[in-house]
């Protein structure tokens, strides 16, 4: 059995930036553990599985890290958004999730944007959270399912953080730090070491809970970001009622077959 396979650096405007994703094409799902072992052995961030989908969305879609399924992936949701639009010449693309909703993906002249849910926190102590990550953050906020939100200071004290990943790894909480930025309007660093990533590339998912937080702290729907790691890469934000848009770029590295079963 062969897939078809791109791998897309994702929130990246040239190779060897912004988050890699796996992207797969299939014609019906396969059994959930086979989905997980190609995650794991694709070993990035987050795979995205699609199959072909029904008269509301062009394809069902599912992302899978090399130990879990998540709920939303959206630097996978815009590789794969490229790769459709690359691959049929389409401007826009709807993609329905078992736990996210309906997403899409649309051209607006170079760059692609995409459509997720505006995640809104809430003020909740985080203790053992923050001792995990480090640092002294002002304020502490909570998404039900699994997402912390930690407001610092300033951009240094983002970018100095050491966290302890063995100790943030009894569960997949995704970790988000955040600080006025100083290029941008806003950086951040995200960890999920509970879910095989201890630092995430650029993460759209984390965007998700950002948006929302940051147009009402800065007064205005719009704003610039920057994910702070060794790779980085640059989102722009908006939001639009209770969606989150978010625009970057994206750059096929890898194009090719996952191959499953011996060959002869």
Request: glycine letters at 8%; charged letters at 25%.
């Amino acid at each position: 059995m062969t897939i078809p396979f791109w791998q897309v650096d994702a929130f990246a405007d040239r190779p060897f930036t912004g988050n890699p994703a796996a992207v797969m094409l299939l014609d019906a799902w396969l059994d959930d553990a086979v989905l997980q072992a190609i995650a794991a052995e694709n070993n990035l961030a987050e795979t995205a599985f699609l199959v072909p989908g029904d008269d509301d969305a062009d394809f069902a879609l599912r992302w899978f890290t090399p130990t879990v399924e998540v709920a939303m992936c959206g630097h996978a949701t815009l590789a794969s958004g490229h790769v459709i639009m690359t691959r049929d010449g389409s401007d826009r693309v709807r993609f329905s999730t078992r736990r996210a909703g309906m997403l899409e993906v649309r051209r607006e002249e170079a760059r692609y944007a995409l459509d997720l849910p505006a995640w809104v926190t809430e003020p909740r102590a985080l203790l053992a959270i923050v001792a995990g990550v480090g640092g002294a953050p002002v304020e502490t906020r909570w998404r039900d399912g699994g997402y912390a939100l930690l407001i610092y200071a300033s951009e240094a004290e983002v970018r100095a953080l050491t966290p302890d990943f063995r100790a943030l790894a009894a569960d997949d909480t995704l970790l988000v730090a955040t600080a006025p930025g100083e290029a941008t309007d806003v950086v951040s660093r995200v960890f999920v070491p509970g879910g095989g990533i201890d630092e995430d590339p650029v993460t759209g998912s984390a965007h998700a809970l950002l948006t929302p937080y940051w147009a009402d702290r800065l007064g205005r729907a719009q704003f610039s970001a920057y994910q702070a790691s060794p790779r980085g890469g640059h989102i722009d934000c908006t939001l639009a009622d209770d969606r989150a848009i978010l625009r970057g770029d994206c750059v096929t590295v890898i194009e090719g077959r996952f191959v499953i079963g011996a060959r002869s």
